[in-house]
C-alpha cells in the first residue's frame, strides 16, 4: 500500500508561481516513476508532467512545457511541481500518482497510487 499525500495548492493570479509537493510513504520510493495529473470540472484526467525514478527522463504535457519542472528528492520520497507563468487554465485539481514501473509515463491507467489532489485556482 502507497499513502501520497499532496500540498501546495492555493489561489493565485496569472503569471505567478507555486510550488506543489507530495510526499510519499509506504513502498520504496526511489523505485518508480511519479507523475502529476490535473482535472478541472467538468473534464478528464490530464497528464501534466512525469518522472523517472532516479530523475530522469521527465515528460511533460504540451500545455505545460517550458512553464513547469517536476523533480523528485528520493532521500524525502517526495516529489515537486514547480509551476510559473501560471495561466487560468492551469485551474483544476493537481493529484500526484505512482506507476509500479520505473519509467515516466502519461498513461493514466498505468498509475495504480493517487492522492487526495490539491487545489490551483489561477485567477485572471
Known amino acids: 500500500q502507497v499513502q501520497l499525500v499532496e500540498s501546495g495548492g492555493g489561489l493565485v493570479q496569472a503569471g505567478d508561481s507555486l510550488r506543489l509537493s507530495c510526499a510519499a510513504s509506504g513502498r520504496t520510493f526511489s523505485n518508480y516513476a511519479m507523475g502529476w495529473f490535473r482535472q478541472a470540472p467538468g473534464k478528464e484526467r490530464d497528464f501534466v508532467a512525469g518522472?523517472?525514478?532516479?530523475?530522469?527522463?521527465?515528460l511533460y504535457a504540451d500545455s505545460v512545457k517550458g512553464r513547469f519542472t517536476i523533480s523528485r528528492d528520493n532521500a524525502k520520497n517526495t516529489i515537486y511541481l514547480q509551476m510559473n507563468r501560471l495561466k487560468p487554465e492551469d485551474t483544476a485539481v493537481y493529484y500526484c500518482a505512482s506507476t509500479p514501473n520505473p519509467l515516466a509515463n502519461s498513461n493514466v491507467r498505468s498509475y495504480n497510487y493517487w492522492g487526495q489532489g490539491t487545489q490551483v485556482t489561477v485567477s485572471s
Open positions: 518522472i523517472s525514478w532516479n530523475g530522469a527522463p521527465t
